[in-house]
T-cell receptor, first 112, second 116 residues
Framework: QKEVEQNSGPLSVPEGAIASLNCTYS??????FFWYRQYSGKSPELIMS????GDKEDGRFTAQLNKASQYVSLLIRDSQPSDSATYLC????????????FGGGTRLMVKP | EPEVTQTPSHQVTQMGQEVILRCVPI?????FYWYRQILGQKVEFLVS????????KSEIFDDQFSVERPDGSNFTLKIRSTKLEDSAMYFC??????????????FGPGTRLTVL
């Protein structure tokens, strides 16, 4: 059973701070990793994908991947109240019909 | 920007009734998916579909479920005889292809299914 684990939170940070969200996965053969944001009652919205070890930056977001440790993280710089949402880590299984396995999500609260 | 669309946004049905959830994937995408999310739980994979056939299905996707691409634009999920436990948000997603860097899945807004 391939698993993706996240701390459910809530993670509370003040406005302007850096939010750090973490995710571990069990399938060592995984190659594609995604962060989605989900507002309450809405669908997952893609933030970033990452495929190679190291950091990938996109605006205020930085994804980090460490395949040896089976660890993915997302940093949000200059956090805004509008960033308050649940952040979902998802791992793709290319050998099983491109099935995405999601973590349970971390709820982020950014306080003004 | 192209997006996945789903109809209806909310469907209420009686237990034992058939429902069809509809999706229009992004037009140049080749892979289509259905996921569901029971309130307060994880997003769960149901099925993937490529080249007019199922690529993969989960244990949830039993004989009560079926998928179809009836024309060049729509992708449907049918639940033949709904159960109370089928109440959930159902998300359709699509991706351009399966290879790395083309495998990003974009989600539709979802259909909330309520089974009474």
């Amino acid at each position: 059973q391939k698993e993706v684990e996240q701390n459910s939170g809530p993670l509370s940070v003040p406005e302007g701070a850096i939010a750090s969200l973490n995710c571990t996965y069990s399938d060592r053969g995984s190659q594609s990793f995604f962060w989605y944001r989900q507002y309450s009652g809405k669908s997952p919205e893609l933030i970033m994908s990452i495929y190679s070890n190291g950091d990938k930056e996109d605006g205020r977001f930085t994804a980090q991947l460490n395949k040896a440790s089976q660890y993915v993280s997302l940093l949000i710089r200059d956090s805004q109240p509008s960033d308050s949402a649940t952040y979902l880590c998802a791992v793709l299984n290319n050998n099983a019909g491109n099935m995405l396995t999601f973590g349970g999500g971390t709820r982020l609260m950014v306080k003004p | 920007e192209p997006e996945v669309t789903q109809t209806p946004s909310h469907q209420v049905t009686q237990m034992g009734q058939e429902v069809i959830l509809r999706c229009v994937p992004i037009s140049n995408h080749l892979y289509f998916y259905w996921y569901r999310q029971i309130l307060g739980q994880k997003v769960e994979f149901l099925v993937s579909f490529y080249n007019n056939e199922i690529s993969e299905k989960s244990e949830i996707f039993d004989d009560q479920f079926s998928v179809e691409r009836p024309d060049g634009s729509n992708f449907t999920l049918k639940i033949r005889s709904t159960k109370l436990e089928d109440s959930a948000m159902y998300f359709c997603a699509s991706s351009e292809w399966a290879d790395i860097r083309g495998d990003t899945q974009y989600f539709g807004p979802g259909t909330r299914l309520t089974v009474l």
